[in-house]
Structures are given as C-alpha cells and as structure tokens.
C-alpha cells in the first residue's frame, strides 16, 4: 500500500477529528546546526515516506491532508545546499496542500488527535501549540488514534517484507565480515569496525547501537574495549536499515577460537532449542506471543535441568519464573520501522485490549504477548545468562531453590551469556524465518 493508501485507511479507521502527525526534529550536540545524525519518526515517515525534519502531517475530518514544512531560510543553501521545497516534498508524498509549519498551530483544536512526543522539543512544542502544559499531554493524546496507527503498522504488507528483507541481507554480510576478522587477541571495536564496514559502505544506517561483545551476559553491553581470550563467546546483536528505513535485529553467538568449548557448546545447544520452541510455537495458528515465550523458556529450562543447573517439574518452574535467573528477558518484539516497532505506544503494542503485562520478574521485561496475526513481524531470540550479582543475590535467600540448584549454577557463573535472534514472519498458515538464512 502506497502512503496515500496508509492515509485513507487511518482517516477510515481513526475517531473522528483531525489528526496531527508530527515528524521528528534535528536534536543538536552543543549548538543548534551542529546535530546528532537525523532518524525520522516511524510514523511519520510510513504515512509520507519523507524524511523531512521539523514537518507535520494534519488529515482532517474531511479527509483534506495539510503537509507543513519548515521554510528554509534564503541563506541556508549556503550550508546545505538546495533544498526540496514544500511543493516539491508534497508532491513526493502525494499530499495536495501545504502550510508553514510554523502557523501549524492555528491549525490545532481542542479536538485535533496526536499522539504524545515521545521528544522533548516536540512536547513543548505541542504544548506550546495547544495552550496547554507539557505534563498535560500524556492525558489529552488520542489512545484511539494509537491504537489505529498500530493496528497499521503491524500488518506488514509485501512492499515491506521486501525492505526488512533486504535489511537482514545486508546484515548477514556485516555479520559474516564480523566474522571474517574474529580471533582472539583482537579487541570487540576491531570486530565492530569489520561489523559496520558493508553498511557504511552502502550509506545504510544501523537500526540500533550494535552489541558486539564477550560480556553477553550484560543485556545491552554499549562498549566495544574488551580484548577478546581464546575461550570468549562474542555476542553480536545488530541490524542494518533498509533503503526505506525497515530494521533488522540479528543475534548471533560466536566462539573466538571457531569452536566452542564442550561446556560451552551445551549451553549454546539449550539456547538453540529454546529458539527452536519459540520459533516452531510461532507456527501454531493463533498463538500468542506469551505462549512463544513459555514455549522457548520451558525449552531452556529443560536443558538446564539436564545439565543439573536446574530441577523438579519443568511447568513449575516456568510458571514460578525460576528461569528468569537464566534468562531474564522476553522472548521478542516487533519489528518495523523501528527496531522495537512502536515502542513509543506503549503496552498497547503487544497486549491486547484488557491484559496486563506481568509484574513477574522475567515476565515484566516480555513487550509482545498477544495472539500473533498474518503479517505481523517479530523477534525470536531467546538467551541464557550467568549474571553472577542476580545469582549472588538470588542464592542469598535460596529464591526458588526447589527449582534452582545454586551449587551447579555457581560453577557456571564465569560463562557470561549467550543469545541467538531471528526474525519471524507470521503467514496465514504458519510462519517463516525472514532472510536468507544466517548461520548459528
Ligand atoms: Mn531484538
């Protein structure tokens, strides 16, 4: 569906009013025209494809549609050079009115339906715009116009399955040049630098700040300083964007030295049957993504148990959340535009109308549990983690020690962690991996 279509079908399926969306604005570094790298609001781009900043789309009751556009100052071109103008921009998007989107308030009504910025520029600004309080918006913004966007958004059509696609195509090559240069005695940014070399060289952006590192068992490593040792597993998590803008999300664990120890490769085996649960419970018709997740985490349980890190009745100890010492995140989330499509609406993303998230722990961090339905996009990628302070403080009071055998368990504690992610297609009948098939 093109953008005019995406445009037609929220104003069909939205509350009645008129529905203001807003693109993202430049944030600077230490002054205004000196910015971090732009990355356009999701939404935004998927009912305009423009990559305009400081813009806003206005479709009103009527179905008139209103593209405001910052006008650039004459001097401007010196820096930049020539700009597209809000003509030319309007055009491209097929939108037939244009506006200054510095009057875009006078545009604005009691009844006018957003959704809140999740930037800060853009809530005074919308407060600004609105009369209103910046800590008034959480309250005033359309939870309708929300749920209508997501209910969008996360029926990928085939335009868009092409583009995620060729985003885990071109990371399967910034993977497989990662690998290409892994050894140890190296350091994880020399593996990083090979990581990112494919997508620079093609102008593509990173969907997220890559995890490249042999501390695995700290979920979002952001450092790249770690020499790596013959024994280290190397987690890299990591995904390019599409020429459109759609993210891949990879994980893949490696062995430095080629090969896994045989301690190590046990547990690596009980990650890929966990993923392998996930994956194949994604398959079900109707399934939801709760499901997916007990489905993998009964799977890790039941290796762990095997290894004796873990005992009594597998249920039990998945409904207790005994697991969670091993791997204490959600099975997965959707994936878009954003990396975490849609995080910004919050849990209206992955639950349904009238279900909570758990406030177990393990459960709480889970961001999509609902029935999963044709089109949708999402992660598998389920880990296993020694974290020795969430062992300590766990063995500190024999949590669940029915479940967990703490004396195996501290003679795992220096195996850091492990975590393999795919990406998943749901079909009518069925799902695939997306991709052209990484090894793991
Ligand atoms: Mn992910």
Redesign the pocket.
Do not use: N, R, S, Y
């Given at each position: 569906m093109d953008h005019a279509g995406r445009r037609l079908r929220l104003r069909q399926t939205a509350p009645q009013g008129d529905i203001l969306i807003l693109s993202a604005s430049y944030v600077p570094r230490n002054y205004p025209a000196e910015i971090y790298p732009f990355h356009q609001d999701a939404t935004f781009r998927y009912f305009t494809g423009l990559k305009e900043p400081d813009a806003a789309l206005l479709i009103k009751d009527d179905g008139t549609e209103i593209l405001f556009v910052t006008e650039p100052d004459p001097d401007d071109v010196i820096w930049t050079g020539p700009v597209p103008g809000a003509d030319a921009l309007a055009a491209q998007a097929g939108i037939r009115n244009t506006a200054n989107y510095a009057d875009l308030g006078k545009y604005l009504t009691a009844h006018t339906l957003w959704i809140e910025p999740y930037d800060f520029r853009l809530k005074l600004r919308l407060a600004a715009w609105l009369s209103i309080t910046p800590d008034q918006l959480s309250a005033r913004a359309s939870r309708e116009l929300g749920r209508a966007i997501i209910e969008l958004r996360a029926h990928k059509d085939p335009d868009e399955i092409a583009e995620l696609n060729e985003a885990i195509t071109l990371t399967k090559r910034m993977i497989s040049s990662a690998q290409a240069v892994l050894e140890p005695g190296r350091l994880e940014s020399d593996i990083l630098a090979a990581l990112l070399a494919p997508a620079i060289a093609n102008e593509r952006d990173q969907a997220f700040n890559p995890i490249v590192t042999v501390h695995g068992e700290t979920l979002h490593n952001s450092g790249y300083s770690h020499r790596i040792e013959p024994d280290d597993m190397l987690v890299i998590?990591c995904?390019a964007e599409s020429p459109e803008g759609y993210c891949a999300?990879i994980?893949r664990t490696l062995p430095a030295s080629g090969i896994f120890s045989a301690k190590k490769q046990i547990l690596y085996d009980a990650v890929l049957a966990a993923q392998h649960a996930g994956i194949e419970q994604t398959k079900v018709p109707g399934t939801t993504q709760y499901e997916v997740h007990i489905a993998a985490c009964r799977a890790l349980t039941e290796a762990l148990k095997h290894l004796g890190l873990m005992r009594g009745n597998v249920d039990d100890a998945v409904s207790c959340g005994a697991h969670a010492l091993f791997m204490p995140h959600g099975i997965?989330?959707m994936?878009g535009l954003d990396?975490?499509d849609m995080e910004n609406y919050g849990d209206d993303v992955g639950y349904a109308p009238g279900t909570q998230r758990s406030k177990q722990f393990g459960l709480d961090a889970l961001r999509l549990a609902r029935k999963l339905e044709p089109g949708f996009v999402l992660?598998v990628?389920p880990g296993c983690y020694f974290i020795p302070e969430l062992i300590d403080r766990w063995a500190a009071t024999n949590h669940l020690s029915e479940f967990i055998n703490y004396d195996m368990v501290n003679k795992y504690r220096d195996m850091r962690g492990i975590r393999i992610?795919d990406d998943i297609l749901i079909l009518a009948s069925g799902s695939i991996v997306l991709g052209p098939g990484i090894d793991k």
């Open positions: 998590d995904g999300d994980t997965g989330h994936l990396a975490h992660t990628e992610e």
